[in-house]
């Protein structure tokens, strides 16, 4: 059925936007997730977005324990609706929430510090499982309770006066960096088929004007056929 509506709707929109979207699904991943805990400036949240679309990061989770996560359209840029954002508000400790909530999910938790105890970027160990990358607040860093609940801890080494960087640029490093590493490794770090046709679904709707119409009359359809 996923391969059917697909097929129905990438009639409304061009050839090149469709080839567009699936050049763009077979780059994308699962097997790094992003966590954002408490970012409170704008353009902080909106880089990170952008960086996790450029670099093919589709699952990004926010947690909002005393900040509201909001974004500036224009260094988000639209990267926000290609994405999976999912929020944690509702609880007393969202963070806690958030990171079991990845652990069933069979992540790691990797919390990233300027720490030089920490693993260093480039030793970071891909081959042990999926990965979720916690980056926290702009001033006081991860929580207490990531910290807890952390499994490993990665920086990224330096060398110049400053100890640490800005977390947008912080973000993009270390995405970069690893994207590239699981690139080039022997993981299986693709989406699976159903995934890759869920998310090609969610863009078509994205790119569609009254798409829901569309759907229902392609629903109405099948069921006629038979």
Request: charged share 25%; aromatic share 8%.
């Amino acid at each position: 059925m996923q391969s059917e509506l697909i097929k129905y709707l990438s009639q409304f929109i061009t050839k090149e936007r469709f080839e567009l979207l699936k050049k763009v699904i077979e780059q994308r991943s699962r097997y790094l997730s992003v966590v954002l805990e408490d970012i409170y400036q704008s353009h902080n949240a909106s880089a990170v977005l952008r960086t996790c679309d450029c670099f093919g990061i589709q699952d990004v989770h926010v947690i909002e324990n005393q900040n509201i996560f909001t974004l500036n359209p224009r260094v988000v840029q639209g990267a926000s609706k290609w994405l999976n954002l999912q929020y944690y508000n509702s609880e007393k400790n969202n963070s806690a929430t958030a990171l079991k909530h990845l652990r069933s999910q069979g992540y790691r938790i990797v919390a990233t510090v300027p720490d030089p105890k920490a693993v260093p970027l480039s030793d970071f160990d891909l081959n042990k499982g999926k990965t979720a990358l916690v980056f926290g607040s702009e001033k006081p860093g991860i929580s207490g309770s990531v910290v807890d609940l952390a499994d490993e801890f990665i920086t990224i080494p330096m060398c110049g006066f400053t100890e640490s960087l800005n977390i947008s640029v912080s973000a993009a490093v270390i995405v970069s960096r690893l994207m590239e590493k699981l690139r080039d490794s022997e993981i299986v770090w693709q989406m699976n088929e159903n995934e890759k046709n869920d998310m090609i679904i969610s863009w078509l709707r994205k790119n569609i004007k009254q798409c829901d119409l569309l759907e229902k009359r392609f629903e109405e359809g099948v069921r006629g056929d038979k």
